[in-house]
């Protein structure tokens, strides 16, 4: 038995979902990887439902879903909550894939009395960094969601798979290219700011980390990062699948969601009998118990005692610029010039930057003018390119030069578009 609901248009609270399985059994949830729908968990169906009531959401924009951005996973979260809110579920057990392992390990975090036990596949406390996330965003919206689309098949499955499966792969390719580019951005900034690193110690409900022995994306270094951070967590490396594991090895995941389910579920459904644990369909999977797991490295990079106005310009100078470019100013400090990179950040990040009347684009246009007007052509490189990060596209930034060049004077505006040039080539080009 299913039952489906699309949400209203002005509804920006909740989500697109769908119910399968028995009403009156307890609730398990099943949330998407960036890019794709519920149709991803198909494959899982038919047996999960067999025991649970299995709840299935699409991401804002995602599925024809409507499109009402989400700008953090924490947004994410809450829409989910909301969702069930509405419908009377309070206490459920969640399975999520990648951005949807995510909105799990916060929805434990936040409201861990509502999380009976969770399953991340293919997830990290941190997904690679925020600046590969923010400069994809650049390239969908400059580009539109094509580039992203047709190279899909080969960040989510192996390379034989995606062969093999000429179907599935189409498909892939199909549901990013359906997807909102304004959702996706979001999506993208959300996970450029997920970073949970320093709380896995608080997820306190039975955990199965699972993750494809070939996926590149978040690969098994990430999820033994999650299994030796979260104190009841267990490790299962799928072999012969990518990031997708759902989708290229089913029966695999499908027989290990089961199993962590039936025995982690918590006294609220302890009257729940465990289905017999069919034999894994592909070659053997590997489970290894946290205590076989080196422990989590502990990030460091920030120095104590740092001043609120500090800590806050850190962040939207490494948001704003990106943390290569800050990691670089920051090494190249000195005794002589330390003091002046403190200024900057506690002082033009942490206090202008940060300040509520101007969003970000309309301080990226100030910024760019400025330096127009002053002939700083060097500084002027690298904040065209937190420009574009800051939701400013190239025919906008141009349009800032020309009326720039009224004011600025034309051979200060040819140089700014001469260096312009180069930086929006070189961020808007997708990569092969």
Request: hydrophobic fraction near 40%; charged fraction near 20%.
């Amino acid at each position: 038995m299913w039952e489906r609901k699309r949400v209203s248009e002005k509804t920006a609270g909740t989500l697109q979902y769908r119910f399968d399985g028995p009403e009156d059994a307890p609730v398990l949830i099943l949330g998407p990887s960036l890019g794709t729908t519920w149709h991803m968990w198909d494959r899982q169906i038919p047996e999960l439902t067999q025991t649970w009531r299995v709840f299935r959401f699409d991401l804002p924009g995602h599925g024809g879903a409507p499109a009402h951005p989400a700008d953090s996973v924490s947004e994410l979260a809450d829409r989910v909550l909301a969702t069930l809110d509405e419908l009377g579920v309070q206490r459920f057990g969640y399975a999520g894939c990648a951005l949807g392992g995510a909105i799990g390990s916060d929805l434990a975090l936040r409201n861990p009395q509502r999380v009976a036990s969770l399953a991340l596949i293919a997830s990290s406390p941190r997904f690679g960094t925020a600046d590969e996330f923010r400069q994809r965003g650049v390239i969908v919206r400059t580009n539109g969601l094509d580039p992203v689309a047709r190279t899909a098949p080969e960040r989510w499955f192996t390379p034989g798979f995606a062969a093999n499966q000429p179907a599935i792969t189409e498909w892939a390719v199909q549901m990013v290219r359906t997807t909102d580019p304004g959702c996706y951005i979001s999506a993208c900034e959300a996970l450029a700011a997920f970073d949970i690193r320093s709380e896995l110690g608080r997820i306190g409900v039975p955990t199965l980390v699972l993750v494809g022995s070939e996926d590149q994306v978040t690969g098994p270094a990430e999820a033994r990062t999650l299994v030796a951070g979260i104190p009841d967590a267990r490790l299962a490396v799928v072999p012969g699948a990518s990031h997708l594991a759902p989708v290229e090895q089913p029966a695999a995941v499908t027989d290990l969601l089961v199993r962590h389910f039936s025995t982690a579920w918590t006294e609220q459904h302890s009257a729940i009998q465990a289905p017999p644990v069919k034999p894994v369909l592909t070659a053997p999977v590997a489970v290894a118990p946290v205590a076989e797991i080196a422990p989590i490295e502990q990030d460091e990079s920030a120095p104590a005692g740092l001043s609120d106005a500090y800590e806050t310009g850190l962040k939207v100078r490494r948001e704003v610029l990106g943390d290569a470019h800050v990691d670089r100013a920051l090494a190249d400090a000195d005794d002589f010039s330390g003091d002046f990179q403190e200024l900057m950040t506690r002082y033009a990040w942490g206090e202008v930057w940060a300040r509520p009347g101007l969003d970000r684009r309309t301080r990226s246009c100030v910024t760019l003018t400025a330096l127009v007007a002053g002939g700083h052509s060097e500084e002027l490189a690298f904040h065209v390119k937190a420009a574009l990060r800051n939701g400013l596209t190239p025919d906008e930034i141009k349009e800032v030069f020309l009326q720039a060049a009224v004011y600025c004077g034309v051979p200060a505006v040819n140089t700014a578009f001469r260096v312009a040039q180069k930086v929006i080539r070189e961020e808007t080009t997708p990569t092969d």
